[in-house]
């Protein structure tokens, strides 16, 4: 993971205030703002994505592809994320 890649956390206000990666923007794809956010966002840029299991940000995932965006990559849950990247929780 470089400096530019972007961390989206698709979750809950909630589940982020209960704990997310260090430097994660929160966009709540339930709440529909992975789908508002995506015409401002770089489709350029490097996105690394989690929620609580993975489906949600799966489902992020390819609302993001079919947008033309094209380096993505799903880390599943917030553990999952962490221990891929080696980032710490914040609590």
Same mark, same amino acid.
């Given at each position: 993971?470089?400096?530019?890649?972007?961390?989206?956390?698709?979750?809950?206000?909630?589940?982020?205030?209960?704990?997310?990666?260090?430097?994660?923007? *929160?966009?709540?794809? !339930? @709440?529909?703002?992975?789908?508002?956010?995506?015409?401002? +966002?770089?489709?350029? $840029? %490097?996105?690394?994505?989690?929620?609580?299991?993975?489906?949600?940000?799966?489902?992020?995932?390819? *609302?993001?592809?079919? !947008? @033309?965006?094209?380096?993505?990559?799903?880390?599943?849950? +917030?553990?999952?994320? $962490? %221990?891929?990247?080696?980032?710490?929780?914040?609590?």
């Amino acid at each position: 993971m470089d400096d530019d890649t972007i961390i989206l956390d698709v979750r809950t206000p909630d589940e982020y205030a209960s704990g997310h990666l260090a430097g994660a923007r *929160l966009l709540d794809y !339930a @709440g529909g703002e992975v789908a508002a956010a995506v015409p401002h +966002l770089d489709p350029d $840029a %490097d996105y690394l994505l989690y929620c609580r299991s993975g489906n949600r940000s799966g489902q992020a995932l390819e *609302l993001m592809e079919r !947008a @033309g965006f094209t380096s993505l990559t799903n880390l599943g849950s +917030l553990a999952d994320a $962490a %221990d891929a990247i080696g980032l710490p929780i914040v609590r």
